[in-house]
């Protein structure tokens, strides 16, 4: 929706971040504008999805990530060539170790759960559709390294834009729709930039539907019996289903609060903080416990050329990992997450 009112000039002409805040706050609060949009997303997302693994995902992210990738890059030299760059680079790289705490770590563990797909099934799912010889150790690193490599050029892209017009990053969520359309208001050439900046959020959010969409088109396939484009209309009703009372959480359903939080808030919760962690627990105790390790490595094996008989050490960290560490590590995130441990004094 905001894509479609930048292109519209919309966001182009605030003159302080309180208009832009009650602008953003007009549209969400106007329940046609949450539900089209939230239905033209998905429309878009199934049609990508109606094609295929090969001929819908694979043709579709081959030209949706490297569009955003360049798209990312234009974004940080245009933000460096701004001034301030250099205080929002020393923000972003010279970290306060003073502030951080067991609290930040936990969060920095849910994040890498929720940036890297694990616990969702997504990764299951593509992993499925993998030739026999492919190199899944070779695979996974590149995946890890370039989630890092993009998650910081969007920080620099971001706050180095804020910074340029004098701004402290401390909008928190609010930043993305409350004070970027404002500073984009401000800076030269704004209304290009909230045009790329906001293309670049729907290719992301696209992508991100689409993966989380197939494993439960691939069930309804494997499992159930169902062709392809009847999975893919089912799975992309029921999104929309599910998904219009998040729509409205501002809007008509703005008073109605589960355990305090809004729809949208406590669907958010349940999934990131409960869902996804018990699916990544489920499947490490799966790996290491009940499949068995041995099982695990004969797969892990393939397609490396004999990485893991040249490296045994490969093998006993995974061991330690796969039925030790990544447990641990994910129930303390998982407890922590409902509030059961409080480490913010810590």
């Known amino acids: 929706g905001y894509l479609i009112e930048a292109v519209s000039g919309n966001l182009h002409a605030f003159s302080t971040p309180l208009e832009a805040a009650q602008y953003y706050d007009g549209l969400v609060g106007n329940p046609y504008w949450g ?6 997303f998905l429309l878009c997302c199934i049609a990508i999805l109606y094609f295929g693994v090969r001929g819908g995902i694979e043709r579709g992210n081959k030209i949706m990530m490297p569009t955003l990738f360049v798209m990312m890059v234009a974004l940080v030299i245009k933000g460096l060539m701004m001034p301030n760059a250099g205080e929002a680079l020393t923000f972003l790289f ?15 563990l849910g994040q890498a759960f929720f940036t890297l797909s694990l616990g969702q099934g997504t990764m299951v799912t593509y992993g499925s559709y993998l030739c026999k010889k ?12 370039m989630d890092t490599v993009i998650s910081l050029m969007s920080a620099v892209a971001i706050f180095t834009i804020v910074f340029s017009v004098g701004m402290q990053p401390d909008s928190g969520p609010g930043l993305i729709f409350h004070t ?24 992301a959010a696209m992508t991100s539907e689409i993966s989380a969409l197939e494993p439960a088109i ?10 392809r484009h009847s999975a893919v209309f089912a799975c992309g009703a029921a999104s929309f289903m599910i998904g219009v009372p998040c729509a409205l959480s501002f809007s008509l359903l703005k ?28 499947a490490v105790l799966l790996t290491g416990w009940v499949w068995g390790f041995a099982n695990s490595m004969v797969n892990l094996s393939e397609g490396n050329d004999g990485v893991m008989v040249r490296y045994p050490w490969l093998q006993r960290y995974f061991w330690i990992s796969f039925k030790f560490t990544a447990p641990l590590l994910i129930m303390i995130v998982f407890i922590s997450a409902l509030g059961f441990f409080d480490f913010t004094s810590a």
Not at 94 to 108: G, Q, R
Not at 134 to 145: E, S, Y
Not at 218 to 227: E, K, M, P
């Open 218 to 227: 691939a069930y309804l396939r494997d499992q159930r019996g169902w062709g």
């Open 35 to 40: 539900v089209f949009f939230h239905f033209l």
């Open 180 to 203: 970027l359309p404002w500073v984009f208001s401000q800076v030269p050439g704004g209304f290009y930039l909230g045009i790329l900046f906001f293309l670049l959020v729907t290719l």
């Open 255 to 282: 008073d109605t609060l589960l355990f305090g939080m809004n729809v949208l808030d406590f669907m958010a919760f349940i999934c990131s903080s409960i869902m996804i962690p018990l699916g990544g627990l489920f």
């Open 134 to 145: 492919t190199n899944i150790l070779g695979t996974i690193i590149p995946v890890v390294v």
């Open 94 to 108: 010279s970290p306060n170790w003073s502030l951080l705490t067991p609290s930040a770590i936990l969060l920095a």
